[in-house]
């Protein structure tokens, strides 16, 4: 899941309204959950994504290896037209070998981690630091002058949180009941503006540094406990920071800025070997189809993002979503039915850096929106696409009946999100109602943001998203060094690829296409005399 | 306070007892709590422990700092006797420069840190790995002639634990009251000699590995979420491991052992640059004395250990007792009075490994047991001293009137541990009374041990140790990476300092010294033909 959200939550609806008459294919059903159990591969799929592949940022070498590995393996399971699909990305990186030390006023190895797309060190650098926090181009004249030959950390130094709640969770009833309380939408464009621009300052603050004749930059962990995330977003060619940056653990970033504050100067010694690839700009989503019977091009699709950050190994985000993904491939394939409509599988690309994946195939297949004024970088891409109207459908807008994303680790599937599509909710809670006894119960009507189903749902499609277990993916793994297999769990994994081949089933044999939501137009401004929303 | 703990838990007593007379000096009190909270000193004193002094291994170079810094700071504040006082301990020990890798089948830089007091590597060792758990003698025919050249993974790597308490905790009213609860008194003697040889064993798999013609050996962090400890045990004087040895974060370990069930088998390389001291084999406690009036030797003491482990500052482990100890000889010198007995402040040595700084004073100063039967380890040493008996006073042993402990990490007083003193506690409830509405309220029954109060209670003595609000101890800062400086409370260290100070006076002004258990004697089998006590 990518870390910006723009979330929208809605209306609590009675799901005593009457249900379609049609039936629920139980037979099918149980033999679902036979397969998804007793032979069940999703835990060696997931293994071997994260711990033999290891983490995916897009367009690194470990993700050229994953996309081959992924098609391979859907032509294994006999899949049809399995194949990549390109798009506009930029530039490749992985990390080979990394230190930070504190070498005065004492020798401290500190836990850090190069931030992503950023440049090597020419071996190892040592400079003093200087605590110099920039969060607006404003702050840079405070600096001016005071940072050649420096090592500047960057961020707010700020304090422990106290973290009062657990570490591992499962939802309760009255957690999911809350995703059943409406929230009106908002639209904001100055908002989403500044949203958009935090890259437009990254960018400016490396020109920045760079100028200044500073060295190297530093940025602070915002997880407390020493992990570490290593985002970056100057992926594009032509954008990468002319500075190495690092990011240091909370603790040791804290400690760090006490001892200037106490009147020592710390010296850091940096070294950051990392690479860049450019055999390539372009990412590539995979796809893979199991054939329907009806020849009239519809289809569903289940999809996650199978790329990754870098710290761990992009194992609850989101192998996780992946690995139940192809195992529902599985499932239904090994028991050799033929649905109705095209199933399609899919594993998104550049979902961390602003959902690259998903929108290409949007743009590609399903509807357009008005192209941006000028050159975009993963932020902008991200929040614009929210104020491009009007959308134009293409031919195969209709095709695609229903759509299933996961990408909210690897915890069990709970219910799901209806994305204010009311007239669906009555159909999506008849489909799951064999898995109730599996835990997965609730469809609210809540929208919510920040992975691949977005941009479709936004262009009134029928594209869903899962409620799951959240395990402890806010509080510890997600985006950090401690996404790791070892924190998944199997009979979590199991249940969701077991509920999405259940899902897909019914959604691909259903009489009639899931209904859709009205095309989005241009919202107006419904409210121009009242103050304007604070900023989250 | 150290890892390994001989909890006994006792009887539900009722406060409405009557208290003695004698009543509680609340002017003075009110005083204390004005010195210690508008000129507070307690955070400058432990910044200056963790930030600029750092983790204080005992015997490290940065622990002579710490000695030297603790003495001179004391003289500042005009104290007298102002010294330290040797006992054997072992070698000096400190880490550089730490680098762990995997270099194979992907490169990838792993969360590790040397294991105290194991030799450094000849620059970077580079060795396939194999995962030889080994927790007993009896492993080790298994692995022979498996370990040449290897590097050697000596702990199961078991899997994540689900985390369904609060990383950040304070005390309810019922968690305190459980400790109000009697559980009978347990004594053991096998059971205490089977704890007392797990160092045997470690020493035993350091030869083993070392004659196999293993390279390193490898240990996996106790706690998930990439946080390291880094504890060793064998730091005396010809007992130090043969093999370099680093402790590796769960997830990095376990991805390990993963791959090589997978049919991989990692690569590792191991930069350990640590340095030995063997300049002074002596550990030092650091005493310092406000002088009583009363001119007939009695005194009172306050204490907490000043050693620390090295994965991060030792700041909850025990900077933050130790700046409460200094605080509260500030707080009672600067209001010039004069207390009638001498009160001590004592900063230990050596606590980490068996309690041995304060194990040294004791036979100095207080009673001695029976010499063990030959050279002691670490762990024997702590557990035998259970085992020993009778117990021989000193002279000194009438004059100590009342010891206080703090060692629980900086969380803020709650109530005191009454090491069934059953005689002490309405006089020690007392004592507290004044300090209620800052939170501390509960004299309990209970023992708990692990800290320096443990031998002195051990022997009779009136030697108490505080309730505190664990924070993040048990779940993160306690010996691990996160221990540092940003995790300690400014309000709660005050607090603790203020009632240290508090209770301190109290204790020197009392009329009479606080009543005595009876001298302990060698427990009888009371019930010899039940079936033993399961282990924990």
Known sequence: MRRLLLTI?????????????????????????????????????????????????????????????????????????????????????????????????????????????????????????????????????????????????????????????????????????????????????????????SLVFDEALAAFLADEGALAYVTKSYRDGKLLHGEGYMHQ????????????????????????????????????????????AQAYNILADIPGSGGNGEYVMAGAHYDSWVAGD????????????????????????????????????GEEQALYGS??????HLATRPAPNGPENSNQHYYNQATRFPITRKPGYDDLAAYFNIDNGGGKLRGIYAEQNVAAMPILQQWLSPFAAMGATDVVISKTGGTDHQFMSAIGLPAFQFIQDPLEYSTLTHHSSADTFDHLRGADMRQGA????????????????LPRTPLPRQPVATDPFATPPAED
Chains 1, 2 share one sequence.
Not at 317 to 332: C, H, P, Q
Not at 359 to 364: G, K, N, P, S, V
């Open 9 to 197: 939550a809605p209306v609590a609806l009675c799901f005593a309204v009457p249900a379609p008459a049609q039936q629920v294919d139980r037979a099918m059903v149980a033999r679902i959950i036979d397969e998804g159990t007793t032979q069940s591969q999703v835990m060696p799929l997931v293994q071997h994504m994260t711990d033999v592949i290891g983490p995916r940022l897009t367009n690194s070498p470990q993700m050229r290896v994953a996309e081959q590995w992924a098609q391979d393996k859907f032509a294994e399971m006999g899949l049809s037209n399995v194949h990549k699909e390109g798009f506009d990305f930029g530039r490749g990186w992985s990390i080979e070998r990394s230190s930070v030390r504190m070498v005065g006023p004492r020798p401290l190895q500190l836990t850090a981690i190069p931030i992503a797309w950023t440049p090597a060190t020419q071996g190892a650098l040592t400079a003093p630091i200087v605590v110099a926090p920039m969060e607006k181009a404003e702050h840079f004249a405070k600096w001016r002058g005071k940072l050649r030959g420096k090592i500047v950390l960057v961020s707010e130094p700020g304090t422990t949180r106290e973290l009062t709640d657990p570490t591992f969770k499962r939802l309760t009833g009255e957690d999911i009941a809350k995703l059943e309380a409406y929230r009106e939408p908002t639209y904001d464009p100055q908002r989403l503006a500044r949203s958009a621009d």
């Open 237 to 280: 060619v032509g954008k990468t920071s002319p500075l190495p940056g690092v990011e240091i653990a909370a603790e040791d970033y804290r400690r760090l800025t006490r001892l200037v504050a106490a009147g020592q100067t710390p010296t850091l010694e940096i070294l950051s070997d990392v690479r860049f690839d450019d055999s390539d």
């Open 314 to 349: 992009g194992a609850t985000d989101n192998a996780a979503g992946s690995a139940m993904v192809m195992e529902a491939a599985r499932i239904l394939k090994s028991l050799g039915v033929r649905p109705k409509r095209t199933i399609r599988f899919a594993l998104w690309n």
């Open 359 to 364: 929108t290409a195939y949007i743009e590609r």
């Open 498 to 513: 077991i509920i999405l081949a259940g899902m897909l089933w019914q959604a691909a044999n259903a009489d009639d296409k």
